[in-house]
């Protein structure tokens, strides 16, 4: 959609402090650790676009809480893994010979959103260290989430999403629906029927570009919608619109547990 567009749908123009009353009305609360997957085309025209979400964020959870956001850069990966969109086999080596290790300084989110790459560039957001499922942090418990991110089954046990889980963190959805919820891929793990596969990524090793090999499992977030129908019948989701947007404020340790129970079942 067009800023044009966008304007002429948009009753009222969004702010910084308007958004953050918003989400203060949908229960986000000074302290809180979130993880937040957003859309910035559905909120409607925002006054300072997407540095004033992210400050509208920050001015409710303040510094005592934790922003999260995955920052994951797919096309980090082995391009004869590649297929939305392929390209010519006859270039795999000249991209896995030229393609630049990941580095969490500079490399891009890939199709994550402009929230995501405005949070990038913010001042003392921390980035971890995986080169396709990285995440992004901000407040108080950055370190925690952020350090210790395992190069293998990099959505499970040894990555930010179970360190969220530990310290009872909360999913924003704004604008966006469960099969955006990377959290339920660590639902994914803990059933433990997934089949696993072998990806590899060029990351930095003793100051030189290697190629490293890894493992973890085939994801399957087609299934995380109907999961979401079914949790929200039987769980209670804060959903109320922030902007124009609708949202759902969800307990990150709910949402993982009953993708378990619902995938072993």
């Not at 260290?129 to 991110?149: E, L, N, R």
């Not at 089954?153 to 990377?182: F, Q």
């Not at 209670?236 to 609708?246: C, F, Q, R, T």
Request: proline fraction near 7%; include cysteine.
């Amino acid at each position: 959609m067009s800023e044009k567009d966008t304007i002429k749908s948009t009753s009222t123009p969004q702010t910084r402090s308007s958004l953050a009353n918003d989400l203060r009305n949908l229960g986000l609360t000074k302290g809180m650790t979130v993880l937040v997957h957003s859309s910035m085309s559905t909120l409607g025209w925002v006054c300072g676009g997407p540095v004033a979400v992210i400050q509208a964020l920050q001015d409710v959870l303040t510094p005592s809480g934790t922003l999260i956001m995955p920052a994951h850069s797919a096309n980090v990966s082995d391009p004869a893994e590649w297929g939305n969109p392929p390209v010519p086999e006859s270039w795999w080596e000249t991209i896995r010979e030229e393609m630049p290790a990941f580095d969490p300084q500079l490399t891009p989110a890939f199709f994550m959103g402009k929230i995501v790459d405005t949070f990038l560039t913010f001042p003392d957001v921390k980035r971890s260290y995986h080169p396709v499922s990285s995440f992004a942090a901000w407040g108080k418990h950055q370190d925690k989430i952020t350090d210790s991110h395992s190069l293998d089954n990099s959505l499970g046990e040894d990555s930010p999403l179970a360190r969220i889980y530990d310290l009872n963190g909360h999913v924003l959805l704004l604008g966006v629906g469960y099969d955006n919820n990377t959290s339920m891929h660590l639902g994914e793990y803990r059933a433990g029927n997934m089949p696993v596969i072998t990806k590899s990524s060029p990351v930095f090793e003793n100051g030189k570009k290697v190629w490293k090999t890894f493992s973890d499992i085939e994801f399957d977030e087609e299934r995380f919608p109907a999961i979401g129908e079914a949790f929200e019948k039987d769980s209670h989701v804060n959903i109320a619109k922030i902007g124009d947007a609708e949202a759902r404020l969800i307990s990150q340790p709910a949402i993982v547990d009953y993708t378990t129970s619902y995938l072993q079942k």
